[in-house]
T-cell receptor
Framework: DAKTTQPTSMDCAEGRAANLPCNHS???????VYWYRQIHSQGPQYIIH???NNETNEMASLIITEDRKSSTLILPHATLRDTAVYYC???????????????FGQGTTLQVKP | EPEVTQTPSHQVTQMGQEVILRCVPI?????FYWYRQILGQKVEFLVS????????KSEIFDDQFSVERPDGSNFTLKIRSTKLEDSAMYFC????????????FGEGSRLTVL
């Protein structure tokens, strides 16, 4: 089962920042936080990941709290094309028994409105 | 940008028929996965594959399912005798290594069982 909790849905105005929260209170020290999204029924798309430091790439920023129990994905200027289901996933680093799989929860449906 | 390709994009079959879904992972990737997504539901892990053998499988992946990497490029999912409840999107994914890299997903194959 997924080890994260996300709101079921959120709305965001086009051009504004979208802030998507995720709780992962049981995260362990060797687990990363990953964010993926799924536009309509397309294949999931990687967005960003992090361990404990904040991360930024061309798509988004990831803010992880100091205790690592929660994080926020930030889309700085949401567009209509960012309408999708966003998944927050915790995944262990490589190690014994780790097969690299991702376990998806229900995610947050983000609706960007004009 | 390298991508995971899947064929067919859509297959319609009669209940009880065998189906083979094909995937071409990214060429230097070593770990391969199949997921499925029933309409309106979450993305579910089926199986992971490494070094020509299954490394992990879920409860969904019963004796009706099998995977194979018949040559250096293709990765297939076979359903021996399809049931109505096998109707879903099936996604293939691959990753180069088990570090912190991203899982790349294909666009999916939609299977409709009548």
């Amino acid at each position: 089962d997924a080890k994260t909790t996300q709101p079921t849905s959120m709305d965001c105005a086009e051009g504004r920042a979208a802030n998507l929260p995720c709780n992962h209170s049981t995260i362990s020290g060797n687990e990363y936080v990953y964010w993926y999204r799924q536009i309509h029924s397309q294949g999931p798309q990687y967005i960003i990941h992090g361990l404990k430091n904040n991360e930024t790439n061309e798509m988004a920023s990831l803010i992880i709290t100091e205790d690592r129990k929660s994080s926020t994905l930030i889309l700085p200027h949401a567009t209509l094309r960012d309408t999708a289901v966003y998944y927050c996933i915790v995944r262990p680093r490589s190690g014994s028994g780790n097969t690299g799989k991702l376990i998806f929860g229900q995610g947050t449906t983000l609706q960007v409105k004009p | 940008e390298p991508e995971v390709t899947q064929t067919p994009s859509h297959q319609v079959t009669q209940m009880g028929q065998e189906v083979i879904l094909r995937c071409v992972p990214i060429s230097n990737h070593l770990y391969f996965y199949w997921y499925r997504q029933i309409l309106g539901q979450k993305v579910e892990f089926l199986v992971s594959f490494y070094n020509n053998e299954i490394s992990e499988k879920s409860e969904i992946f019963d004796d009706q399912f099998s995977v194979e990497r018949p040559d250096g490029s293709n990765f297939t999912l076979k359903i021996r005798s399809t049931k109505l409840e096998d109707s879903a999107m099936y996604f293939c994914a691959s990753i180069r290594g088990l570090g912190t890299g991203e899982l790349f997903f294909g666009e999916g194959s939609r299977l409709t069982v009548l």
